[in-house]
């Protein structure tokens, strides 16, 4: 049993080329484990709160000194962490929007990011992910072409999250792109390539 987790993190909702990415990723995904179970989490839906000054304190604060309304302030955060926890596969859908991810994922992003839960410091002072064992997909979408040429220095994307979730132990990240979607001559075949070009190891 696969336990595959969709985010999305998209304005444009039926007509996301993110969503619709990162649906055919899952597709192909359940192809290859009929034996699963989906979770999707549409962020931008759900208005994911951005951390607040109180909730941030209370992340730091070790458990056991927290009163039930701290208690409750980041029960969000838990709530994610535990679904986060219990994934084997996670699909990421991250429309490229001035180049760099909407405000939802990276308060998602804010929320799984805890001390001593997600991600801690060894001896050495270096970080050590605590999130391992998983497989995640990038559904990556773009107006015009940043995996190459002159767009690739303005990608804030892809190697942004490839850092990030490295952070936190994810260390097996394949990103799939949806590229060149408003460019002529590009745009009537963007989509059909980025599917073709799904590969589920």
């Known amino acids: ?9 998209s304005l444009l909702g039926k007509e996301s ?4 990415l990162g649906n055919a990723i899952i597709e192909k995904i359940q192809e290859k484990y009929p034996e699963n179970e989906l979770e999707e989490l549409n962020l931008v839906e759900m208005e994911m709160p951005h951390l607040t000054p109180k909730v941030l304190h209370t992340l730091f604060t070790p ?9 409750e302030s980041i029960r969000l955060s838990d709530d994610l962490v535990k679904q986060l926890m219990s994934s084997d596969i996670i699909v990421i859908g991250a429309p490229l929007i001035n180049f760099t991810i909407h405000t ?5 992003i804010d929320h799984i990011t805890r001390p001593g839960i997600t991600f801690g410091y060894g001896e050495n002072g270096l970080p050590m992910g605590k999130v391992t064992g998983k497989k ?3 559904a990556m979408s773009s107006g015009g072409v940043y995996s190459e040429g002159p767009g690739k220095a303005n990608d804030f994307v892809a190697p942004y999250l490839k850092a990030f979730l490295g952070f936190l132990g994810m260390t097996d990240v394949t ?3 949806a590229e060149g979607l408003k460019v002529p001559g590009l745009k009537d075949h963007a989509m059909e390539k980025a599917v073709d070009s799904i590969n589920i190891d």
């Open 1 to 9: 049993m696969k336990r595959i987790l969709h985010l999305k993190s």
């Open 136 to 138: 995640v997909y990038v």
């Open 104 to 108: 939802s994922l990276k308060a998602w």
């Open 63 to 71: 458990s056991e000194k927290l009163n039930e309304d701290e208690k």
């Open 17 to 20: 080329y993110s969503i619709k």
């Open 175 to 177: 990103v799939i792109r």
